[in-house]
C-alpha cells in the first residue's frame, strides 16, 4: 500500500482489506499472493498471516490524508467483495471514497455476484450516515453512485466475460472498466460495447448513428477496457491477436483502451525461410535468427539423436510456445517483453466526458 503505485493504470494503492482466496484461472499465478505469501509465519509483518483475508480499520482514513488527487487502486492486495469481509465494512470503505471526492478509486473484483447484489444496498446506510453527520460535519454532500469510483470486473477469457459483464452492468455506478489481464483468450465484447447495434446499419447510416450517440461503448455503460498478459513464474503467453481484437473493438465503440504489458512473452511471426530446417523460422527477440522445431523424445524420455521436427501449436520448447502456425512467443521477461502494441503505447484514460448514467 503506497501513496505511489508501479501499475501502469494507477496512482497509488489502498488496501483495508488484505488477502483473497482463487475463483478462476486468472488468479493460478496471483502476485499478491506469491508476494504475501514470503512473508507468511515472519512476526510483525502486514502478510504475517500470509494471504488469508485481514481488516486494516486503522487504514480506512488513510485517503483523507491525500491532498493531491490522484488515481487508487482499491485493494491491490485483496478483493474488496470477498465472502469473508462484512458488508458493514465495505460500507465503511465506501464512505471514505464518498469522503474524498479529489481522487477517483478504481474498485476491481473477480466477485461478481456479490458486486451486484450488495452496491444497491449500501446506498441506504451511507444516507443515514449523511444525515447523522449533517448534526455535526458533513464533509459533502453524498451522490449516488458516487461519482469518483469506477466500479470494474477482471475478465480472462469469454467464459468470464459472459459471467461477470452483465453482473457489472446491473450494478449502480457511475463508470465500469474490465481488467482483460491475464488475458487467456479471445474476448468478444460486441454485446456490451454497442458494437453488434451499430452493425446493423450499413455505410453513412453507420457513421451517422455512431456521431449521434457519441460514444456506443460508453452509452452501452463499459467505459474503460484494460488488457495485458501474465507475468511472474508459471506465466502462460497472451497471443497478440487477443490484445489487437479488444483495441480494435474499443476504437470502434469509442472506449478508451490501456495495454498494460505483453507479459514474460513477446509474440513474434514465423516466416517461410528455405534456409533453416522445415522451411521456417523468425527473428529471436534476444538476436539472430531461430527455427521453431524440436527435439523428439523416445519411449525412455531421453532425446532421439538426430530426430528434429518442426513445433506444432501448442507445443513448448525451453523458451517458447508456438501460438499458431505463424506465430511463436518467445520468455523474455516483462520488461523487456515491453507494452507496445503495433508501435504504439496505448494509454488512455475515462475522463468526465465519458462517464455514462447508472
Not at 508476494?35 to 509483518?45: K, L, M, Q, S
Not at 485493494?75 to 458488508?87: A, C, I, K, R, Y
Amino acid at each position: 500500500m503506497s501513496d505511489r503505485s508501479a501499475i501502469e493504470w494507477t496512482d497509488a494503492t489502498w488496501n483495508p482489506v488484505t488477502g483473497c482466496t482463487k475463483v478462476s484461472p486468472g488468479c493460478d499465478h496471483c502476485y499478491a499472493e506469491t508476494f504475501a505469501g514470503r512473508w507468511r509465519g515472519t512476526p510483525g509483518h502486514p502478510f504475517e498471516q500470509g494471504f488469508n483475508i485481514r481488516l486494516w480499520p486503522e487504514r480506512l482514513d488513510l485517503p483523507l490524508r491525500w491532498r493531491k488527487p490522484r488515481k487508487i487502486f482499491v485493494t491491490s492486495m485483496g478483493d474488496l467483495f470477498h465472502e469473508q469481509v462484512p458488508d458493514e465494512f465495505i460500507v465503511e470503505v465506501f464512505a471514505r471514497m464518498w469522503w474524498s471526492p479529489q481522487h477517483t478509486f478504481q474498485v476491481l473484483t473477480k466477485r461478481h455476484s456479490r458486486l451486484r447484489s450488495l452496491l444497491p444496498r449500501i446506498e441506504a446506510p451511507l444516507r443515514q450516515m449523511e444525515t447523522d453527520l449533517a448534526l455535526t460535519d458533513c464533509p459533502t454532500p453524498l451522490a449516488w453512485p458516487l461519482p469518483n469510483v469506477l466500479l470494474g470486473v477482471s475478465v480472462e477469457d469469454q467464459r468470464r466475460a459472459n459471467l461477470r459483464i452483465p453482473a457489472l452492468l446491473q450494478t449502480p455506478a457511475t463508470r465500469r472498466f474490465l481488467s482483460c489481464e491475464p488475458l487467456f483468450g479471445p474476448v468478444d465484447l460486441s454485446p456490451w460495447l454497442g458494437l453488434e447495434w451499430m452493425e446493423s446499419f450499413e455505410g453513412w447510416g453507420q457513421e451517422m448513428f455512431a456521431s449521434l450517440s457519441g460514444r456506443v461503448g460508453i452509452a452501452g455503460g463499459l467505459h474503460w477496457i484494460i488488457a495485458g498478459g501474465e507475468s511472474g513464474p508459471g506465466a502462460r503467453p497472451m497471443h497478440p491477436d487477443w490484445a489487437r481484437t479488444l483495441r480494435d473493438q474499443c476504437q470502434a465503440a469509442g472506449v478508451p483502451f490501456l495495454f498494460k504489458q505483453w507479459g514474460e512473452y513477446l509474440s513474434v511471426p514465423v516466416e517461410d525461410d528455405p534456409a533453416f530446417f522445415g522451411g521456417r523460422a523468425f527473428d529471436h527477440p534476444r538476436g539472430g535468427r531461430s527455427a521453431p522445431v524440436l527435439r523428439e523424445r523416445g519411449r525412455s524420455g531421453t532425446f532421439r539423436a538426430g530426430v528434429t521436427r518442426l513445433m506444432l501449436p501448442g507445443e513448448a520448447t525451453r523458451g517458447g510456445v508456438l501460438l499458431d502456425p505463424d506465430t511463436i512467443a518467445i520468455r523474455v521477461g516483462k520488461k523487456r517483453a515491453g507494452r507496445q502494441l503495433d508501435g504504439r503505447t496505448w494509454v488512455e484514460f475515462p475522463t468526465t466526458t465519458t462517464m455514462g448514467t447508472p
